[in-house]
């Protein structure tokens, strides 16, 4: 049974470079007919938010993706716990006391020596007595997971076969001095006892992976197919990590981005597949295949959600968009009509009121100085609303007559004394709209 997690930590809000972690994960799990399990990795007391935990919930439900379950690192600490018990017992485990700035000295001379900067384990070289003799001066100490020092390979669903030299990589704390679990084992534990068959995540935790996958062996357990996904860049290639908090879902859906936008997007960008506006989730499931992703960095542009914005926009039957149409005090009578003109003319919902005030005030005349007259004597011709939908060739027709004027010349001077814009809907429909006779 395929199994699948999206494991944020609640310190913020999800942005772009989540949200591609979250789908892909989510998109497996579907495809296969599996699980997919929302898990918080909120073991930080300190920097962990309930209301960032909501705000993830409330981000994904926008989008659609459905979760079967949600589980909270918080109320597992106990299975840490145990699992660190194994690790000791096991003799992986071992109690470190460096300071951080002694940790950060070592580093600076391995590097200077053009070493690299992994820890050196002088700790496990210390005796029963000066541990203690450190722990009485200086409190509990780290504990880390003692590497074996070997090749680690896995064969990855997205970079394809790794290897990676243990010894390069150094012992990683999975306790803290303060008894806080750290992420790397916690996430272990989860994800062997939930029966996660499949991680992908970033290609910012292949290192984790490793050690990951050390740490499960010694608890005796396998582990799930990894795959890790390239980040996002800026459109110019800039790296996007410090910018991500500008591209939070939240601000993209209050600036009336469509969560088909971004998910169509999302689920394709970076993969030998081109972007296209998906129907539906399904059929974006249907499409979905991880091994079409590159290891590359994957360019992102907020910009291209807008065209797709109003793509998706383009093809939303009015059903999905009545109720906020009657928001806006469109007649019912019109609505409908106002939703299939409005449409094809608008880049996000918002620009809905722009249309609506258009037809019910009427628009701002543009009106050249040589077309006063023109305008004036065809404005006289029309009379008052409601308009149907010959009203437009028969008024223009009328007016051809009178004026001698024809083709855009007659058509052009009209539309821009109606609507106050150069280009827009139909004509003919426009009229039908309008609430009030046009004026000058
Ligand atoms: N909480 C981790 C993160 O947000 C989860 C990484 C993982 O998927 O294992 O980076």
Do not use: C
């Not at 679990?181 to 970033?202: F, N, W």
């Not at 059903?319 to 009509?337: M, N, S, T």
Request: hydrophobic content about 40%; charged content about 25%.
């Amino acid at each position: 049974m395929t199994t699948t997690r999206f494991a944020p930590s609640p310190t913020g809000y999800l942005h772009v470079g989540n949200l591609r972690t979250a789908l892909f994960n989510y998109m497996i799990a579907r495809k296969a007919g599996g699980t997919f399990i929302l898990r918080i990795d909120d073991t930080d007391p300190e920097r962990s938010k309930p209301e960032y935990v909501d705000a993830i919930q409330e981000d994904l439900t926008w989008l659609g993706l459905t979760w079967d379950r949600i589980e909270y690192q918080s109320r597992r600490l106990d299975r840490y716990a145990e699992a660190a018990d194994a690790l000791r017992a096991a003799g992986r485990f071992y109690e470190a006391f460096e300071t951080p700035t002694e940790l950060d000295l070592k580093r600076k001379k391995q590097l200077n020596m053009g070493k690299p900067p992994v820890y050196d384990r002088a700790a496990l070289a210390l005796s029963e007595d000066e541990k203690a003799a450190l722990r009485a001066e200086r409190g509990q100490g780290v504990w880390r997971f003692k590497l074996d020092h070997e090749r680690i390979t896995w064969t990855d669903g997205i970079l394809g076969d790794i290897s990676i030299d243990a010894a390069s990589v150094s012992d990683p704390v999975l306790i803290r001095g303060d008894g806080q679990v750290l992420y790397t084992i916690a996430s272990v534990v989860d994800d062997t006892e939930m029966g996660v068959t499949h991680v992908v995540r970033g290609s910012d935790h292949v290192t984790n992976t490793a050690t990951q996958i050390q740490i499960m062996a010694a608890l005796g357990h396998g582990h799930p197919e990894f795959a890790h996904h390239s980040l996002l860049t800026g459109p110019q290639g800039e790296a996007l990590s410090k910018r991500l908090g500008t591209l939070a879902l939240r601000d993209l859906r209050a600036e009336g981005v469509e969560p088909m936008a971004l998910l169509s997007l999302m689920a394709r960008l970076g993969s030998s597949q081109p972007v296209e506006v998906a129907g539906s989730l399904e059929a974006l499931i249907e499409g979905f295949d991880l091994s079409t992703f590159g290891a590359a960095p994957t360019k992102f542009d907020r910009a291209d959600l807008f065209p797709l914005t109003a793509r998706v926009l383009h093809a939303t039957p009015f059903a999905e968009v009545a109720d906020e149409i009657a928001a806006l005090g469109v007649p019912a009578a019109q609505a409908e009509l106002f939703w299939e003109v409005a449409r094809a003319n608008i880049t996000t919902r918002a620009d809905l009121a722009g249309w609506w005030q258009l037809f019910r005030d009427g628009g701002a005349p543009l009106v050249a100085e040589e077309d006063r007259a023109f305008v004036a004597d065809a404005f006289a011709r029309l009379p008052e609303p409601p308009y149907g939908p010959e009203t437009w060739g028969a008024w223009t027709a009328e007016v051809k007559a009178a004026s001698g004027r024809k083709g855009k010349g007659l058509f052009m001077p009209l539309r821009k004394a109606v609507t106050g814009l150069e280009r827009g809907p139909e004509m003919a429909d426009v009229m039908r709209l309008l609430q009030k006779k046009p004026t000058l």
